[in-house]
């Protein structure tokens, strides 16, 4: 028998990064002590997650982003205290499917490369040094492009001259804030940053100047979910091999497609 805080203590002890101090990392539902039959790896656990995890035998999830809409899980109370009808949906189908959620995020983003960032640039094609990576020239449009059908983002965005001839890229995905984004643009040695998301009033506008200026070509805005989903799959992958080094190869993993939450209107 495999506990769900035997589980959780595999994924801590097998990561190649150390715990932080303060993390976000653990779990988040469920019984610790429940025995674990199936895993499910997933991007972000939105109710529908929930359910299909469930649905495909699985009794713990482990997931990248928060379960309650709040990174440092604090808004529990004020949503329970509202009586928040989407709250209490999530909360009693957790509780009547026995589910439990670990919580991946910290440790997985502090491997060295990110382990979030080395997975999406592999995916779609490159090696990174850092966050950046030197590219085959490729216009900008042409890039959104191939980001947009690698990555399965339906509602990816762009800032710049489509046809201008891009060679080095910068990754700030999911979100990292107006500071981190600025600093990857105004870098020399990167033609356009591409990020998961970011605030309009913020980062969009410094994008749009930069590239007015000269100072960088453009950005790139593929959406939270599709921008770090390979994170999560590099996740399954990899979770098989810790669990049956720890004597525990008997709990199968399977990974949950994470289908970007947009919708575009339009071709």
């Known amino acids: 028998m495999t506990t769900v805080l035997e589980v959780a203590a595999v994924i801590r002890d097998s990561i190649d990064a150390p715990t932080r101090a303060v993390t976000v990392d653990g779990i988040l539902a469920g019984d610790p002590q429940a025995e674990v039959r199936e895993v499910a790896v997933v991007t972000m656990a939105t109710l529908a997650a929930l359910r299909q995890a469930a649905d495909a035998g699985a009794n713990l999830v482990v997931t990248h982003e928060p379960l ?82 690698t990555l399965g983002a339906t509602a990816l965005r762009f800032i710049g001259d489509p046809t201008v001839e891009i060679t080095r890229v910068g990754l700030d995905l999911g979100f990292r804030g107006f500071a981190r984004n600025r600093a990857l643009l105004r870098r020399p040695d990167v033609d356009v940053a591409i990020v998961g998301e970011m605030h309009e009033w913020e980062t969009s506008e410094y994008a749009a100047d930069a590239a007015t200026a000269g100072v960088a070509k453009g950005l790139i805005v593929v959406g939270h979910v599709p921008s770090e989903a390979a994170g999560s799959r590099a996740v399954a992958a990899w979770l098989p091999g810790a669990l049956s080094a720890a004597g525990h190869s008997h709990i199968p993993v399977t990974y949950l497609d994470a289908p970007d939450l947009f919708s575009r209107v339009g071709p």
Not at 103 to 113: C, E, G, K, S
């Open 68 to 149: 309650f809409f709040d990174h440092h899980d604090g808004a529990r109370e004020a949503l329970a205290a509202e009586d928040d009808p989407v709250y209490e949906t999530k909360r009693a189908f957790l509780a009547a499917s026995g589910l439990a959620v670990i919580h991946l995020h910290d440790q997985w983003h502090d491997l060295r490369p990110d382990g979030v960032d080395a997975a999406t640039a592999a995916e779609l094609g490159w090696t990174l040094d850092g966050n950046t990576a030197t590219i085959a020239s490729i216009t900008l449009g042409a890039l959104a492009q191939h980001i947009a059908e």
